[in-house]
């Protein structure tokens, strides 16, 4: 038998009903269902916050300001250094450590290993280059050094194959020795041999020794 309009109409709207109570049984449990997981989330990060880690194994930790500016950052390949300007200031190698910035985010110094030479540096730096730097050398003589340097000169106390001393000396070379070396070690004046062949008039030797010991060392070879 053919329903008539009017019990099709109603058949429907029970249908209708019927789906309305649905969804909104639905609605309800997909409610409670994001509610919870937010609760545990928040549970959760309060639980994170609080955690003592016996150990953490990561490749890069950083951490930012409460504006999320980079104050400091601890890796195993530390990105180049950036100064003021931005800048970029190319360390020659890869390096692995902790480095601090200042307030707007520029390097200011660093604790840190290079992979080329293996040495050991703790570095300060003003917003436009280093100023002053501390190292280790790897080998077994543990030769060390550290400079104060400014744009016009600087200061150093070595000690390494040719004995300890303390340098003062500008972009001229050296001003004052003591004490005094007199003569280059043989390693030492192999080396300044060969960057004076590549860079001729460079007076890189000049700039660790007196003129007197370097001259000695070039041209004895």
């Known amino acids: 038998?053919?329903?008539?309009?009017?019990?099709?109409?109603?058949?429907?709207?029970?249908?209708?009903?019927?789906?309305?109570?649905?969804?909104?049984?639905?609605?309800?449990?997909?409610l409670f269902s994001v509610l919870a997981l937010a609760g545990g989330v928040a549970v959760a990060g309060a639980a994170v916050q609080d955690?003592?880690?016996?150990?953490?194994?990561?490749?890069?930790?950083?951490?930012?300001?409460?504006?999320?500016?980079?104050?400091?950052?601890?890796?195993?390949?530390?990105?180049?250094?950036?100064?003021?300007?931005?800048?970029?200031?190319?360390?020659?190698?890869?390096?692995?450590?902790?480095?601090?910035?200042?307030e707007e985010g520029i390097e200011r110094g660093g604790y840190i290993t290079a992979d080329e030479g293996s040495n050991a540096m703790i570095t300060l730096d003003s917003k436009h280059r280093m100023a002053a730097i501390m190292v280790a050398g790897p080998d077994e003589s543990q030769s060390s050094a550290m400079s104060l340097i400014t744009k016009a000169s600087t200061i150093e106390m070595r000690a390494d194959d040719n004995g300890s001393r303390l340098t003062m000396s500008d972009k001229d070379g050296v001003k004052l020795q003591q004490p005094a070396i007199a003569a280059l070690a043989p390693e030492n004046c192999k080396m300044f041999r060969e960057i004076e062949k590549k860079e001729p008039g460079k007076r890189?030797?000049?700039k660790r020794f007196t003129d007197a010991a370097?001259?000695?060392?070039?041209?004895?070879?």
């Open 204 to 206: 890189w030797c000049q």
């Open 214 to 221: 370097c001259q000695a060392c070039l041209e004895g070879g």
């Open 1 to 30: 038998m053919t329903k008539s309009i009017e019990e099709r109409l109603a058949a429907l709207e029970q249908e209708n009903a019927s789906l309305r109570k649905r969804i909104s049984r639905q609605s309800a449990a997909w």
């Open 51 to 102: 955690a003592v880690f016996d150990s953490i194994r990561a490749k890069e930790l950083v951490v930012v300001d409460s504006k999320g500016t980079v104050r400091a950052r601890v890796g195993g390949d530390l990105p180049n250094g950036v100064m003021a300007g931005g800048r970029v200031s190319n360390r020659g190698t890869k390096a692995a450590g902790m480095i601090i910035y200042d």
